[in-house]
Each structure stands twice: as C-alpha cells, then as structure tokens.
T-cell receptor, first 111, second 116 residues
Framework: DGGITQSPKYLFRKEGQNVTLSCEQN?????MYWYRQDPGQGLRLIYY???????QKGDIAEGYSVSREKKESFPLTVTSAQKNPTAFYLCASSIDLGTQYFGPGTRLLVL | AQSVTQPDIHITVSEGASLELRCNYS??????LFWYVQSPGQGLQLLLK??????LVQGIKGFEAEFKRSQSSFNLRKPSVHWSDAAEYFC??????????????FGSGTQLTVLP
C-alpha cells in the first residue's frame, strides 16, 4: 500500500529538549512538506522540500529544523528554541501537479 | 500573496439536508483550489480539486464544488448530508513558487456538525 506514515502518533517533550518527528512516504513523490495545526488557525507551513538535499523555510520555520537525505524521508526536529511547540504536526507530499497528500499526524505535547 | 477565507467557523445541519460550505480566495492569477476533510485526530483527506476546465468539480463521497472567478469563490456542496460527514473541512489555494513544488495556503476551517 502506498502512503505517508508519521511516527510517533503522540510525542512528549521536556523543557529544553529537542525532539524529532518522522515522516516517510513510498509514493515516489519529489516534494514533501511539514505543517503545524493549531485550533482555529488552519494549517501553517513550516518547511518544504522539492528534492533531496534541498529545503526551504515556510511561514513559521523559527525553532524548527529539517533534513532531506533520502527521497522517502523528511524528518522534522522541534528544537528547544521553539517556545510553544504544543500542536498537531502534519506531513504531506506531492508530485509536480501540486496535489498534496497528508499523513495521519503527530501530536506533540509538552511535559 | 494568496489567502483563503472560510467565513463559517461552525455549521450545523440535519442528516439528509443539503450543505454548502463557503470559501473565498485571494490570488493574483488563476488559482489551484482544493477541499480537504479532517476527522478528529486524523490527517487531511482530499475531497476534490480544481486546476482548469469545467468549473463544476465532482469529488469523493458525493461532494462537488463550483469555481466562480467573478466571485473569487470555491464553495463546497452536498445535496444530502450523512452523519459520517461530520468533520472539519478546509479550503486551500495553491500557488506556484520557485521550482515545481506548490505551496498551499489553507483557510481556518469549517467544523460541520450533523444532527440525527
């Protein structure tokens, strides 16, 4: 089955800790995206990547970092610099025509 | 920069009634438009999309949407709502950025409640 997987489903972060959210796709899509979702605010773009070893900041990149070493994988690290990390994080991928397909999401909570 | 407005934060309809969810966009060129649906704690599922051609677009689960350039709108409709349609609905507009990846701008969503 082709699709996008995100892990873990729930993640807990302690003060001052960096945490990494996983996103994997087997759709052979070139582009991958990370969004943050907060209640009543829709989705906001954190980072996106069009090809391996290249990525661009989105609207709210501060406090986050990404890597794209493989076509299938686009992990997101929430650093200690992100002061309000509690949110639902969604990963997506797309082919050239731009339709984005989403993973099931990871909910990040702060202890 | 593009933007999307979903004027209705919450809509309640009775099962079997018709539904229309509003979406207005702002974009300088021909937009690429999408409707997604999200169940609680889940990812987003694509309902339908408009790229070009026929302005009335059919999607999954009996949904359709009509692109009206003169009104900058892309409203989602369903003739008869089912209880399983209760979810949050997001409209999005796509823009071509540098390269081939298209960034999507999302509206803030409309929460649909279906009464038995």
């Amino acid at each position: 089955d082709g699709g996008i997987t995100q892990s873990p489903k729930y993640l807990f972060r302690k003060e001052g800790q960096n945490v990494t959210l996983s996103c994997e796709q087997n759709l052979n899509h070139d582009a991958m995206y990370w969004y943050r979702q907060d209640p009543g605010q829709g989705l906001r773009l954190i980072y996106y990547s069009q090809i391996v070893n290249d990525f661009q900041k989105g609207d709210i990149a501060e406090g986050y970092s990404v890597s794209r070493e493989k076509k299938e994988s686009f992990p997101l690290t929430v650093t200690s610099a992100q002061k309000n990390p509690t949110a639902f994080y969604l990963c997506a991928s797309s082919i050239d025509l731009g339709t984005q397909y989403f993973g099931p999401g990871t909910r990040l909570l702060v202890l | 920069a593009q933007s999307v407005t979903q004027p209705d934060i919450h809509i309640t309809v009775s099962e079997g009634a018709s539904l229309e969810l509003r979406c207005n966009y702002s974009y300088g060129a021909t937009p690429y438009l999408f409707w997604y649906v999200q169940s609680p704690g889940q990812g987003l599922q694509l309902l339908l999309k408009y790229f070009s051609g026929d302005t009335l677009v059919q999607g999954i689960k009996g949904f359709e949407a009509e692109f009206k350039r003169s009104q900058s709108s892309f409203n989602l409709r369903k003739p008869s709502v089912h209880w399983s349609d209760a979810a949050e609905y997001f409209c999005a507009v796509g823009a071509i950025s540098s390269g081939s990846a298209r960034q999507l701008t999302f509206g803030s969503g409309t929460q649909l409640t279906v009464l038995p």
